[in-house]
């Protein structure tokens, strides 16, 4: 739990079209080479994503296992599996660690976003022990308790996507750490359906999230030389 309160926070929000989830990139040197790959947001399925926050090894672990039950169940029933029959069987595992002497529970907490037939798009929390919950906005990682509180306050129930996206980048400019938000330190995932009907996810490229920046007023727009 000390590794996830240390780790950049994410937040997830629900709204009527899709799922948002932003997360931030803790850059602890500026030697560091910012991965070309995402380092916080995670395709699963093509109907499922995560967000994480916690040890990276152990989430890696645990990533690899949701995606090759998601593709058992594809291959077994050829349709993509219900999200929360998949963050209940990943939760599962989780729990067995909890459970028996010799072995330490993984130290990450993840934030599902999906869409399935059932019940539409989705929004799920798990933490180290395995316990799990729907959601309609969650905070983990760094100052989630701020950030719940303050997702609490603004949100609404028929929130459009693009609304999402202007919360969830105000929510972490007040409490992340760093005093001022750049592209570089954070990054976006989107789930929503596309017009012909189909799954979609999109990550934001670092240009158009720093134009969102400036236009939601989270960011002062670079002085020109």
Same mark, same amino acid.
């Given at each position: 739990?000390? %590794? &996830?309160?240390?780790?950049?926070?994410? &937040?997830?929000?629900?709204?009527? @079209?899709?799922?948002?989830? !932003?997360?931030?990139?803790?850059? *602890?040197?500026?030697l560091l080479? +910012?991965?070309?790959?995402?380092?916080?947001?995670?395709?699963? @399925? #093509?109907? !499922?994503?995560?967000?994480?926050?916690?040890?990276?090894?152990?989430?890696?672990?645990?990533?690899?296992?949701?995606?090759?039950?998601?593709?058992?169940?594809?291959?077994?029933?050829?349709?993509?599996? $219900?999200?929360?029959?998949?963050?209940?069987?990943?939760c599962d595992?989780?729990?067995?660690? +909890?459970? =028996?002497?010799?072995?330490? $529970?993984?130290?990450?907490? =993840?934030? =599902?976003?999906?869409?399935?037939?059932?019940?539409?798009?989705?929004?799920?929390?798990?933490? $180290?022990?395995?316990?799990?919950?729907?959601?309609?906005?969650?905070?983990?990682?760094?100052?989630?308790?701020?950030?719940?509180?303050?997702?609490?306050? #603004?949100?609404?129930? #028929? &929130?459009?996507?693009?609304?999402?996206?202007?919360?969830?980048?105000?929510?972490?400019?007040?409490?992340?750490?760093? +005093?001022?938000? *750049?592209?570089?330190?954070?990054?976006?995932?989107?789930?929503?359906?596309? $017009?012909?009907?189909k799954v979609?996810?999109?990550?934001? *490229?670092? #240009? @158009?999230?720093?134009?969102?920046?400036?236009?939601?007023?989270? +960011?002062?727009?670079?002085?020109? %030389?």
């Amino acid at each position: 739990m000390e %590794a &996830i309160g240390n780790a950049g926070s994410a &937040i997830g929000i629900l709204s009527k @079209d899709g799922v948002v989830l !932003v997360g931030e990139k803790k850059v *602890t040197s500026k030697l560091l080479q +910012t991965s070309t790959s995402t380092e916080k947001m995670y395709k699963i @399925d #093509d109907h !499922v994503a995560c967000a994480v926050a916690g040890i990276m090894s152990d989430a890696n672990i645990l990533i690899n296992t949701a995606r090759v039950q998601a593709q058992r169940y594809t291959f077994s029933y050829q349709e993509p599996m $219900p999200v929360e029959q998949l963050v209940q069987s990943l939760c599962d595992t989780k729990q067995g660690y +909890t459970q =028996f002497g010799g072995l330490r $529970p993984f130290g990450v907490s =993840f934030l =599902f976003a999906g869409w399935d037939k059932n019940y539409g798009f989705q929004l799920y929390m798990s933490d $180290p022990s395995g316990n799990y919950g729907g959601w309609k906005a969650a905070a983990v990682g760094a100052n989630n308790q701020a950030a719940q509180s303050m997702l609490k306050q #603004d949100y609404k129930d #028929d &929130i459009s996507r693009e609304e999402a996206v202007q919360l969830a980048l105000k929510v972490l400019s007040k409490t992340m750490d760093s +005093t001022s938000l *750049t592209s570089e330190k954070l990054e976006l995932a989107e789930i929503f359906l596309s $017009p012909s009907g189909k799954v979609k996810y999109q990550v934001c *490229t670092p #240009d @158009d999230l720093s134009k969102m920046l400036v236009k939601y007023g989270v +960011t002062q727009p670079p002085a020109e %030389a």
